[in-house]
C-alpha cells in the first residue's frame, strides 16, 4: 500500500464527512432535511441530478462497454435528453401546485392513500435494491486499495456517508454531490490525459486505431428487440427510463422539489443533460484509451475491476490516490442520496400519515433521522449478496427498469386520464408487475426496452380497468 495514495484517500474521505455534518444546524423540520428548506440555486441541484444519475456505476461500469464493444451506449445518452422534455412538461407543473415532500403524495391527490403507498412501496424496494448494487460497486474500489474483503469495504463507505447525511440532510446532500461530483470529473481527467500519455502516438494514434476496429460507432441503426443498444432502443427506451427515474423516482423528485420554484427546478433538470453527455463521452473514451493501452486483450474475468485496476497499478503515485477518492466519491455522493430519498418516503408517505400528523416537527425530524440509519443498514446487507448479479451498471439498470414502468405508468394514468380511480389504478399495477415478470424471465428482451413495456402495459391495463370494475370513482383533484 502506497502512503501517500492512502493519505490523500483518508484525507478527502475525512474532510467531506466533516463538510457534511456540518449541515445540521437551522433544521427544526422536514422541509429542511429532506428539502433543504428549499434554499439551494439550480445549478447545485443540476450537479447533484448528475451525482444521482451517474455514481460509481457509471465510473467503473461505462469504461468496460467500450473497451469490449463501442460508444453505442450514448444511444441511451439522447433518450434522457427526450425525457428531460416529458418531464418538465407534465409532471413538473403539477409537483409545484403545492408543497409536497415526495413524488407520491401527487398519487394521493389523484388516487388516494393505498395508491400513494402502493407507489411509494415500489419505490422503496426498487430503490433499496438498486442502491445495493452501488454499495457492492465501491466495495470493489475499497478492496482494490485495502486489500480488504466485501463486508470491511462495505462497512467503511457505509460508515462514513451515513453519518454526515444522519447530520446534514438534503442540504448535506446536494453540497456534497457538488464537491464530489467536480472531484470525480477531475479524477477522470486525469486518468484520460496519463492514458493517452501512456499511448505512443497519443489520441491521434489511439482513433486511428479504435477507428479501424469499429470502437467509435455510436448509432445502430438496425431494428431488434434483443440488441440493447440500437437508435430506437436508445431514444425510445432511455426516454421512458429517464422520465420514470427522473419523473416519478423519488431519489431524483426529491432534488426537484429542492428547487425554490418551477423554473428553477427545470432549469437544473435540462443543464443536468450536458453535464451527463460530457461525462459518459468521457469514460467511454477512458475504455477505448485502455482497449489501445492493453493492446485489444480480453478484459479482465471482472471487467468493472478494469478502471479502478489501472488507476491504482498504473498511475503515479499521488495521480492513483485522486483518482480513486475520486470514485469513492462518486459513491458517497449517490449512496447519501439514496439514504435521504428512502427515509423521505419511509417517514412522509407511512409514518406520518399513520400518527396522523398529530406529533411535533423535532419528533419527526428524529424520525427521519433513525430512518435514514435503518435503511444505511438494509444497503449495506443487499450489498454483501449483490456480488452475484453481473456487471454493476448493466444490474443497476436492470434491476430500476423492472418497476420503474409500473410507475411511470402509474403517474401517466393520474396526470392524463380522469376517470381511472384507486382500484383501476391497482389493477393496472398488477397488470404491469405481472407483465415485468413474464418480460424479465421468460423472454430475451434487454432492459433498454423495460420500461417502456411496463409503463404501456400498466396505464393500459388500469385506463382498461376503469370501465370493467364497477364503482370506479374519479381521482381526488380535476384534470
Not at 444511444?75 to 407520491?104: C, D, H, K, N
Not at 461525462?279 to 493492446?295: A, H
Request: hydrophobic fraction near 55%.
Amino acid at each position: 500500500m502506497r502512503t501517500v495514495d492512502l493519505a490523500i484517500i483518508v484525507a478527502y474521505l475525512a474532510g467531506v464527512t466533516w463538510f457534511g455534518a456540518r449541515f445540521r444546524a437551522n433544521q427544526t423540520s422536514l422541509k429542511d432535511y429532506f428539502l433543504g428548506g428549499q434554499t439551494a440555486p439550480w445549478w447545485a441541484i443540476a450537479l447533484s441530478i448528475v451525482s444521482a444519475e451517474t455514481s460509481t456505476l457509471t465510473i467503473i461500469g461505462t469504461p468496460p462497454l467500450a473497451y469490449a464493444g463501442s460508444y453505442v451506449f450514448l444511444q441511451v445518452v439522447f433518450g434522457y435528453l427526450l425525457a428531460r422534455v416529458v418531464i418538465s412538461t407534465i409532471f413538473l407543473p403539477r409537483y409545484f401546485e403545492r408543497q409536497m415532500f415526495t413524488a407520491y403524495e401527487l398519487m394521493q391527490r389523484r388516487f388516494g392513500p393505498h395508491v400513494r403507498k402502493v407507489a411509494s412501496g415500489i419505490f422503496l424496494a426498487t430503490r433499496a435494491l438498486a442502491e445495493g448494487v452501488r454499495v457492492f460497486a465501491i466495495s470493489i474500489v475499497i478492496s482494490i486499495i485495502l486489500k480488504t474483503g466485501g463486508l470491511a469495504s462495505i462497512a467503511v463507505i457505509m460508515a462514513l456517508t451515513l453519518f454526515y447525511t444522519f447530520e446534514g440532510g438534503m442540504t448535506a446532500v446536494i453540497w456534497t454531490d457538488v464537491v464530489q461530483m467536480c472531484m470525480y470529473v477531475i479524477g477522470a481527467s486525469v486518468s484520460f490525459f496519463v492514458l493517452i500519455g501512456k499511448i505512443p502516438g497519443g489520441l491521434g494514434h489511439a482513433l486511428d486505431l479504435a477507428s479501424a476496429a469499429g470502437k467509435l460507432q455510436v448509432f445502430d441503426l438496425h431494428w431488434s428487440l434483443t440488441k440493447p443498444y440500437t437508435i430506437w432502443a436508445g431514444f425510445i427506451g432511455g426516454c421512458f427510463l429517464t422520465t420514470a427515474s427522473h419523473g416519478t423516482d423519488q431519489l431524483v423528485v426529491q432534488r426537484l422539489l429542492s428547487a425554490k420554484n418551477q423554473r428553477q427546478s427545470r432549469a437544473a433538470l435540462f443543464s443536468s443533460w450536458v453535464v451527463i453527455f460530457v461525462q459518459f463521452t468521457l469514460f467511454l473514451t477512458i475504455g477505448m484509451l485502455l482497449w489501445v493501452y492493453r493492446s485489444g486483450q480480453p478484459p479482465l474475468a471482472q471487467p468493472d475491476r478494469l478502471y479502478p485496476s489501472f488507476i491504482w497499478e498504473s498511475l503515479p503515485i499521488g495521480i492513483a490516490g485522486l483518482a480513486m477518492a475520486a470514485i469513492i466519491a462518486a459513491a458517497m455522493a449517490n449512496l447519501s442520496a439514496a439514504l435521504n430519498s428512502l427515509a423521505s418516503a419511509t417517514v412522509v408517505d407511512f409514518y406520518e400519515p399513520l400518527t396522523k400528523s398529530l406529533r411535533l416537527p423535532v419528533h419527526y425530524l428524529k424520525v427521519a433521522r433513525f430512518s435514514t440509519v435503518f435503511w444505511g443498514i438494509v444497503l449495506g446487507a443487499i450489498a454483501l449478496v449483490a456480488s452475484q448479479w453481473g456487471s454493476v451498471l448493466e444490474s443497476g439498470l436492470r434491476i430500476a427498469s423492472v418497476t420503474l414502468g409500473i410507475l411511470l405508468g402509474l403517474f401517466l394514468l393520474g396526470v392524463l386520464t380522469r376517470k381511472p380511480g384507486e382500484n383501476a389504478a391497482i389493477a393496472g399495477v398488477v397488470a404491469g408487475l405481472a407483465a415485468m415478470l413474464y418480460v424479465k424471465f421468460a423472454t430475451d428482451i434487454p432492459f433498454t426496452w423495460w420500461v417502456m413495456i411496463g409503463s404501456a402495459t400498466t396505464f393500459g391495463a388500469g385506463y382498461a380497468a376503469s370501465f370493467a370494475i364497477p364503482g370506479a370513482r374519479n381521482g381526488n383533484e380535476a384534470k
